[in-house]
């Protein structure tokens, strides 16, 4: 992270979009902050009900957050409104778990024509790395991408 930028508040989602849409009454409406020029992170504290075993959140719920992020960082940190996740990876290091405040980051390694390449990190409150990921996100025309999307 680079400690010389002043940290944004990115706009707020609009729709129904789980992660981030304010509109959906079941998403968990993450807000995200631009740490620098291809960095971002949210906060989030897991509920309860996201229990995998014992008070360790469930290993889905990782895949889940970290994609959340890394499609952030193509949208808001390059402008690119027209991908899909082609691939992503997860590695998990320690339990994360419910009812723990954590932060969620989202960044971007590369930007070609047809690929984008990002990396998610889940971290404790102390700043200890719990899980990381890697995803390449497939660029699509405008066109291509609405048709799919609907």
């Given at each position: 992270?680079?400690?010389?930028f002043?940290?944004?508040?990115?706009p707020e989602?609009?729709?129904?979009?789980?992660?981030?849409g304010?509109?959906?009454?079941?998403?968990?409406?993450?807000?995200?902050?631009?740490?620098?020029?291809?960095?971002?992170?949210?906060?989030?504290?897991?509920?309860?009900?996201?229990?995998?075993?014992?008070?360790?959140?469930?290993g889905g719920?990782?895949?889940?957050?970290?994609?959340?992020?890394?499609?952030?960082?193509?949208?808001?940190?390059?402008?690119?409104?027209?991908?899909?996740t082609?691939?992503?990876?997860?590695k998990?290091?320690?339990?994360?778990?419910?009812?723990?405040?954590?932060t969620i980051?989202?960044q971007?390694?590369?930007?070609?024509?047809?690929?984008?390449?990002?990396?998610?990190?889940?971290?404790?409150?102390?700043?200890?790395?719990?899980?990381?990921?890697?995803?390449?996100?497939?660029?699509?025309?405008?066109?291509?991408?609405?048709?799919?999307?609907?």
């Amino acid at each position: 992270m680079d400690n010389n930028f002043h940290r944004d508040l990115l706009p707020e989602a609009s729709g129904r979009c789980f992660g981030c849409g304010p509109e959906n009454p079941s998403g968990i409406k993450l807000q995200f902050v631009k740490e620098g020029p291809l960095t971002l992170s949210a906060q989030f504290t897991p509920p309860e009900d996201w229990t995998g075993w014992g008070r360790i959140m469930h290993g889905g719920f990782h895949g889940l957050l970290l994609n959340e992020a890394m499609g952030w960082a193509s949208f808001a940190l390059i402008n690119e409104h027209s991908f899909v996740t082609k691939e992503m990876t997860l590695k998990y290091y320690q339990p994360v778990y419910v009812d723990k405040p954590i932060t969620i980051y989202g960044q971007v390694v590369q930007n070609t024509e047809r690929e984008i390449n990002v990396r998610g990190e889940i971290r404790d409150d102390q700043g200890t790395l719990l899980t990381e990921s890697t995803a390449i996100h497939l660029k699509l025309k405008p066109d291509i991408f609405h048709k799919n999307v609907g």
